[in-house]
């Protein structure tokens, strides 16, 4: 019985592995993009694997001493393979397409079936090839549950720290501004080289008649949380670890070793030196935590999904409770699990982008910070917002074009904030992607639409957009050259000191 049972505990943990694999081995991605702990979400991740366990436990000693026990066994050794696939998909270093798992499914069928009709002692070897799988699955239960444990032990660090002087009631503040804003996952290539017949966007296209625009972008990644630190300390970043501790180490391409990042150096660190005060409002990356000692106010959160439609904002038994739902689903129906799982994400994407827009406007309309940094989740996917209903969604359906459109009416929003200060003439307003829209990563889940398919052309553009509008600017230019998106740092240190920015050494055409 002992042995039984921690096979089905074993067999439990494989089952739900999807849940919870971003937390094995340090789970430092995951901790790294949370602002919360991790305790609660722990506590619900072991009940799973301990109810899922118990129950085929259960099962497997009330049938063992009856005649059924050797249908039982034909059952799991038919079903449990390609359920395992199922369930794994995601976490395997190759794609699995999405017919796979179906025609994985028929092919072990048969396998079994013939085992079973013509070779009984090759069908008794797989049993025992099965048992021993189980003893393995247990001692990956008990590596798991230890490693779960330890991660419920992680504090993360503060994600909100407010200066004295962001305050409504602070005499009207006598210097410039410099605002800088990253939409992630703002595509050149869709705002306005290829853009969709019939899509508009109006705030993209009025920035642009006041500002360089610049039509070559070179990326310096491919994810956010390398390109944003490469960006705010002018130095390529190409891989990074986030200690239990939360010290950001980054590795720098081209050189030996790794080095802390905090905000020395940073271009938060050189603003303040200037006599600047600095703001940040940001989504993904811990702003707060590692730039914090150079930002004099900063907010930064995250309230997407996490693996097993999880939330940090959900109690620890409405947790526990929907990865099981989600399994049971995917059992029978899993066309319904993918879109339960893509409605999850959308609505706690919505939460997220709706805090951090709640608090990007609240800071520039206290209109304090001299150099304000403002990172988006948008237009990013899941996709949050529905054009033909002019209104958010908490549903799958919407395209990258629906959120493109939340993204001009984002920056439409932050635009009217910022042209009633007194000191819109002396604003600087930097507006950029950090990468291209990446097809690759989504084309191939539930949430990519037939309008996706189509907009995308099937082809990936890495150039994200980048529009420079200098204080006083009121014509529009182009800067057409291969430019390095790194530069964008040198851009915003020559505002810093004074200095006119110089994009090329050619006159704008």
Known sequence: MLKTLCQSIGLSSILLVMNYGGLLGGGADVRMHVPFALGGIVAAHLADIAVVGLALFAVLVSLQRTRFYSWAQFVLAMAVPPFVLARTQTLSPFVVRHGLV??????????????????????????????????????????????????????????????????????????????????????????????????????????????????????????????????????????????????????????????????????????????????????????????????????????????????????????????????????????????????????????????????AMSLLRTDQADLVFLHMPIPHSPNIWSRSKNAFTQHCGSSYLDNLVLADRTLGEFLETLQRSPRWKTTTLVVEGDHGWRIDLWNWLPAWTKEDEAASRGVFDPRPALLVHEAGQTDGRTVSEPWPLLRVHAVVEQVLHGEPVRFSSERFR
């Open 102 to 359: 179906p025609i994985f499914a028929c092919a072990w069928a048969a396998l079994v079936l013939l085992l079973v009709l013509r070779f009984p002692l090759g069908y008794r070897r797989l049993l025992r090839l099965g048992d021993a799988a189980g003893v393995f699955l247990a001692a990956f239960a008990l590596y798991s549950t230890v490693q779960l444990l330890w991660i419920a032990r992680w504090k993360p660090a503060g994600h909100e720290h407010t200066a004295a002087w962001e305050q409504p009631s602070e005499p009207a503040r006598q210097h410039a501004l410099l605002v800088w804003i990253v939409f992630d996952e703002l595509s050149y290539d869709q705002v306005f080289e290829h853009r969709a017949q019939g899509l508009e966007l109006p705030h993209f296209d009025a920035l642009r008649a006041q500002s360089t625009l610049l039509t070559n972008v070179q990326p310096v990644g491919y994810h956010t949380a390398t390109i944003l630190p490469s960006l705010l300390n002018g130095k390529v970043v190409d891989r990074l670890r986030y200690t239990f501790g939360n010290r950001l180490l980054v590795h720098e391409a081209g050189a030996d070793g790794w080095q802390p990042l905090d905000g020395k150096g940073s271009i938060f660190d050189d603003a303040q030196r200037q006599g600047w005060r600095t703001a940040a409002v940001g989504w993904y990356n811990p702003y707060c935590s590692v730039y914090g000692s150079a930002i004099d106010t900063c907010y930064w959160n995250n309230l997407d999904q996490m693996d097993g439609m999880m939330s940090q904002q959900d109690s620890w038994l409405r947790n526990a409770a929907s990865p099981l739902r989600q399994m049971a689903v995917q059992a029978v129906a899993p066309a319904r699990a993918e879109r339960n799982a893509c409605d999850f994400d959308v609505r706690h994407r919505l939460a997220t982008e709706l805090d951090l827009e709640q608090h």
